[in-house]
């Protein structure tokens, strides 16, 4: 069922009776502005912190453990034009406890008290909690240059994106992060909760009109729905970027970025999922037989999709000596499935991997979740996994070279171990 609560909300009850949990996510959607990034990735970690009614973490511990140890977190990401806010709540069913309990209630009402009741005191987050929450990301984005794999994929895309949002990481940058105050940052947490395009979920076993009764308590007001595309496509260069940086390292990073035509459950996007399981993205893949078991060229290698930016990612770890090596193999492992020089076997086992892959994720009712939010963000409807699943299948050895030839290299990065 999915009701709307007022314009720009909408409301998601997912009735099951698999778990023994009530999972409740709350998703804020805003076009993706690098302005905004680092202060939506602060607010996330003020309002896991503490709230008005539960001043310090420990009050707030304390309440989760009152919820039969619900657990509760929020995170930040960026799929294609938009960045999101989550904030989640997993919960026992009650139907499992003592008559009288009212967890779920009780739950809702902890997730509204930490949405629209900040820990704020006179028209500014709580300034000791504002300044600890801001040196920990502080000491997040210096735990990120020490992971070389990491910087290097973050120095990756501001190679392969032009817009500054899409160059900028989904929980911002340290820059932005010292020009915020307690204040600026209140006022555009309010600026959030009027504005942002807001999904909440309730996944378990629970009453549909139960759940619609209480979340028609949340004071949202109306906004306008966003009507921008979801997908973000870089325009194609005529030269690759390749940029080489020198630190001292044991094992070197060489990533490299493509430009691909495959979106997320558009026409080529079950294709796009097998060309990569072929390519990278599993054990079985040419990238991982040819580049690290054949040649020992690599002591990893890699590929993935970003279907929400169009965007081809080739992780590798290898020696300094050996960058030119590599990417030369690599190269030759794309013309190979480009001519197609791969078995039907290894479509199958790709295949088959791929669906087990989806099975599995029904098991994780957040991972359900998930799906079925970027569903609605793609498509503006949901997949069914039996579609999915026939989809998968449907894929032909023609569509697959077809991919691989819409793939195009637009940028790498190499951090050498090599210091000169």
Known sequence: MSIQLTEG???????????????????????????????????????ETNSKKYPTQTALRSELSHLYGASFGTAVSKKGTFHILTVSLNVVNEKYLTMGDSVLSEAIAFLK??????????????????????????????????????????????????????????????QDLADLTATSLYEYYQEMLLNDQVDLYVLGDVNENEIAEKFKEFPFKARKKMAQTAFYSEPPVEEVILKTERQEITQAKFNLGYGTDVFYHQANYYAGQVFNGLFGGFPHSKLFTNVREKESLAYYASSSLDTFRGMLIVQTGIDSQKMEQVKKIVTLQLKEIQSGNFTDEAINQTKEMLKNQLLQSEDNSGAIIERIYANQLAKGEIISLEDWLANIDKVTKEDIMDVANHVKLKAAFFLSGEVK
């Open 9 to 47: 909300v909408n409301l998601h009850v997912l009735p099951s009776k698999k778990y023994k949990t009530v999972r409740i996510v709350a998703k804020f959607c805003a076009p993706l502005n690098k302005k905004s990034i680092t202060k939506r990735a602060l607010i996330s970690s003020l309002i």
């Open 113 to 174: 008290e930490v949405i629209f009741q900040p820990n704020v005191l006179n028209g500014h987050f709580d300034e000791e909690t504002f300044e600890r929450e801001k040196e920990n990301l502080v000491n997040y984005y210096d735990s990120i240059a020490d992971d070389k794999q990491s910087y290097a994929s973050l120095e990756l895309q501001k190679l392969f994106f032009e817009d500054k949002g899409q160059q900028t990481p989904s929980i911002g940058t340290k």
